[in-house]
């Protein structure tokens, strides 16, 4: 061991002088004074005592790593051990238990077999005792009775024997005798077979209890069995977690120890690993020392380099910032600020470099602001050369609607196209745009018809998408249509064009075109123009209405700027020679305003300020407007002169029958017409609603109005259709129609009466419901009084010549009669239901 100490400190002192000596050489090869060196020298101890710090620490947290583990795995090993014998403790528990219960499982079994078995013999002993018990009654019963017998046959015989005197006093005691033998052996009978049950019954309760008490000494000893297995399992499962936890601090403590042998071998291997550090730093600090030989001619090399090169780019690179900033911004307060800045860079450049550099890059300052000033030129010269009209602009015009049918002969545009060198187009709400012969063709097309064009099919071929403008209509129960909210109008109109732009008309019927309206919610048919309720599956019309009085068609022109504005104004001049204006009178003022709605309906102008209505438009396409508005003033003129009894409700059929309460105004009048003359009972009223039979009632009236100077005579008579039944009448073209009734006393017309008991008599329509009959509306204009005349078919005619009666009435069964000659001077307005 001395040896060995001595021999390392003289390999340090050896190493020592060595260090010196390469020290002194370097100084005379460097020629470096003796502070630098000394300088170095400290930098050197520094960077040993460094190298050494850092294989210290290194080694440190080597040895850190390795306890680390060395715990870690130590610990781990502890928690295994514990979890392991957890584990087996509570496989033991486990397992003991569930012997303990199949124990106690299987001795309450065999208990309750024992109980069963105890039951049983007691139930059977108990029947062998009742049917001994029985046995033994009948046999007692049996001797009583014949005991009772012999008794009686005694006292026969005793009686007999006292009358008769005869020996048959010996034959009764004989009697007696064998009675009371068998009296005695039928007890005897008895009590043996009650004995042989009692003992039978004794023998099998003893085997029972023996059994039972074998099978509970079989559960006690399984019972015992169990627990002493468990017992076993469970002092194995310890013996087998001691043997474990001993197993595992065994393997602790030998990591331990292999933990402290790997920290002895690391110490001594970083002992061993240092002693060379000191060479290493040596040559390091030499490899220091000519890198940086090195790298200090390489910075005079690129120096020198930059002196020569570096002006190029900078002069480059200057001509081509300045001309990108001055065309992006085209002032002059930035390029002054950027040539100060750049006058302030080449002032530092020029410093560090040379004044050469700096004159570069003011030149090319220069070369660049003369091409930025040229190219500036160019565009002015550009710009000017498109304001004085030889550059290409596109203008867009607007058509009013009354211009659209003239639009169906593209030769218009096609003239004005080739005269000015200019190129119309239609443009879309959406903002594309379509050729003006493919529109034109359109026009022509839909123009084809008798109808005359209207503004919302122009509009529903124009809109792509999201039209503005649009409102909806549905029909009410009045069969008038009414406009739903600006909100739910906008809600269907995306409805429609979703179903508008649906690539087949097989996917638009699948999808389900429905939303909701209040609590209401609603499905859409498109095709049919239906609203459907998906709750009461009510349907109803729908109707798209346009924005149709501020439609007008925007038209672009393409083309040279002048031709352009004259190509616009000279197509303006040339429609407007096309248009006429027309006049439509002879409108009343209750139906004035439908006649301008459908009037603005049509691509015309219209103007409703004046008096009359002025129209205007192309003139074939006007006569085909004017030929529409007529018929419609037409059909206005008629309906105006009809209307329904104030009393009738909404319907959707031409006929039906509404129920009038009898507590109801409507229904008291009616009550109070029948109670005149009838005391029965009204079980219901119904109201009759027939607009074909109304309308016609009601123009008769109106004629009648005016042939009598304002008398019509209108009264609620009663009518008894007798074997016809009601709905026959109500439900034809002619109502009450005599052709098919009999001849009456007033030869062959429709008969009505002034007091309900007449017709609610013999004439009354006998029905399921009860006895019915009409009350109807009857104008009886001028009627005249006759007597009995079965040739009538018509009223006779006025002394004066003046025409016919209106109606004929008489007195037959104590009511007064109406007799009318025309069906449309009579209609079934109630029908009642009496008992």
């Not at 015992?224 to 197993?247: A, H, K, P, R």
Request: with cysteine; proline share 3%; glycine share 10%.
């Amino acid at each position: 061991m001395h040896t060995v100490e001595h021999s390392m400190k003289f390999l340090k002192e050896k190493q020592l002088s060595f260090v010196l000596a390469e020290v002194l050489a370097m100084k005379k090869r460097l020629r470096i004074s003796i502070p630098t060196m000394v300088f170095l020298l400290f930098l050197l101890l520094l960077l040993v005592g460094g190298v050494i710090q850092l294989l210290l620490w290194v080694g440190g947290v080597i040895l850190s790593l390795l306890l680390w583990v060395d715990g870690m795995a130590l610990s781990l090993f502890l928690w295994v051990d514990g979890v392991i014998l957890s584990f087996i403790l509570w496989v033991g528990e486990m397992i003991l238990s569930i012997f303990l219960w199949v124990g106690g499982v299987i001795l309450s079994v065999f208990l309750w077999i024992g109980g069963v078995i105890l039951w049983v013999g007691g139930g059977i002993l108990s029947l062998f005792l009742w049917v001994g018990g029985v046995i033994l009654s009948v046999f007692l019963w049996m001797g009583g009775v014949i005991l009772w017998a012999g008794e009686m046959i005694l006292s026969l015989f005793l009686w007999v024997g006292g009358v008769i005197l005869s020996p048959f006093l010996w034959m009764g005691g004989v009697i007696l005798w064998i009675g009371e033998m068998i009296l005695s052996l039928f007890l005897w009978v008895g009590q043996m077979i009650l004995s042989l049950f009692l003992w039978l019954g004794e023998v099998i309760l003893s085997v029972f209890l023996w059994m039972g008490g074998v099978i509970l000494w079989m559960g006690e000893m399984i019972l015992f069995f169990f627990v002493w297995v468990g017992q076993m399992i469970l002092s194995l499962f310890l013996w087998l977690g001691g043997v474990i936890l001993s197993l595992f601090l065994w393997m602790g403590k030998m990591i331990l120890w292999a933990g402290e042998i790997i920290f002895s071998l690391f110490l001594w291997v970083g002992g061993v690993i240092l002693s060379p550090f000191l060479l290493v730093g040596r040559a390091i600090l030499s490899l220091f020392f000519w890198v940086g030989g090195v790298i200090l001619s390489v910075c005079r090399v690129v120096l020198s380099v930059c002196k020569v090169v570096v002006p190029f780019p900078l002069l480059v690179g200057g001509m081509l910032l300045s001309l990108r900033f001055f065309i992006m911004v085209g002032d002059v307060v930035v390029p002054l600020i950027l040539l100060w800045v750049s006058v302030m860079v080449l002032y530092f450049l020029h410093m560090l470099v040379g004044g050469l550099v700096l004159l570069l890059l003011l030149g090319g300052v220069v070369l660049s602001s003369l091409l930025l000033y040229v190219g500036r030129c160019i565009y002015n010269a550009r710009g000017n050369l498109s304001s004085t009209g030889a550059g290409i602009t596109l203008t867009t015009s607007v058509l009013h609607c009354q211009f659209l049918p003239l639009l169906k002969d593209p030769q218009v545009f096609r003239n004005v196209e080739q005269q000015y060198g200019v190129q119309f187009n239609v443009k879309l709400p959406n903002g594309s745009t379509i050729p003006i012969a493919t529109f034109s063709s359109t026009i022509a097309s839909m123009m084809s018809g008798s109808h005359p064009l209207t503004i919302e099919s122009i509009f529903d071929y124009l809109s792509s998408s999201g039209a503005s403008g649009i409102s909806w209509k549905f029909c009410g129960d009045n069969q008038q249509f009414k406009a739903l909210s600006p909100t739910n109008s906008a809600e269907i109109e995306k409805l429609y064009q979703q179903f508008l732009h649906r690539p087949t008309s097989h996917a638009r019927r699948k999808l389900p075109y429905s939303r909701k309206i209040g609590k209401w919610k609603y499905s859409y048919d498109f095709d049919s123009m239906v609203q459907i309720n998906t709750k009461t599956q009510k349907k109803r019309k729908i109707k798209r209405i346009p924005a149709l009085d501020s439609f007008s068609l925007c038209l672009s022109c393409c083309g040279l700027k002048d031709s352009v504005h004259t190509s616009i104004a000279s197509l303006h001049e040339k429609l407007e020679g096309m248009i006429i204006k027309k006049t439509f009178g002879g409108c009343s003022t209750d139906i004035v305003e439908p006649i301008i709605k459908l009037a603005r309906s049509f691509c015309v102008k219209v103007d409703s300020s004046l008096d009359s209505i002025v129209i205007s438009g192309g003139s074939d396409y006007l006569a085909k407007v004017f030929l529409v508005l007529k018929q419609k003033q037409m059909s206005l003129e008629s309906t105006s002169l009809l209307t329904f009894p104030p009393e009738w409700e909404p319907q959707t059929e031409n006929i039906e029958l509404k129920s009038v309460p009898v507590s109801s105004s409507e229904g008291a009048k009616v009550v109070k017409a029948f109670k005149k003359t009838m005391n029965s009972n009204i079980s219901k009223i119904e109201r009759i609603q027939n607009k074909f039979l109304y309308t016609k009632y009601d123009l008769c009236k109106k004629r009648m109005h005016e042939k009598n100077n304002g008398r019509v005579n209108e009264k609620w008579l009663f009518h008894g259709s007798r074997s016809v039944p009601p709905e026959t009448i109500y439900k034809s073209e002619h109502g009450f129609d005599f052709r098919h009734g009999a001849q009456g006393m007033w030869g062959r017309g429709a008969y009505f009466a002034v007091n309900a008991k007449y017709s609610g008599g013999s004439y009354a329509f006998n029905s399921p419901e009860g006895r019915q009959i009409f009350l109807a509306f009857v104008l009886t204009g001028d009627s005249i009084a006759m007597q009995s005349n079965r040739l009538l078919v018509t009223p006779p005619r006025k002394e004066d010549g003046s025409g016919d009666y209106d109606s004929v009435n008489g007195v037959t069964g104590s009511s007064q009669i109406y007799i009318v000659y025309d069906h449309d001077k009579c209609y079934p307005a109630y029908l009642i239901t009496f008992q």
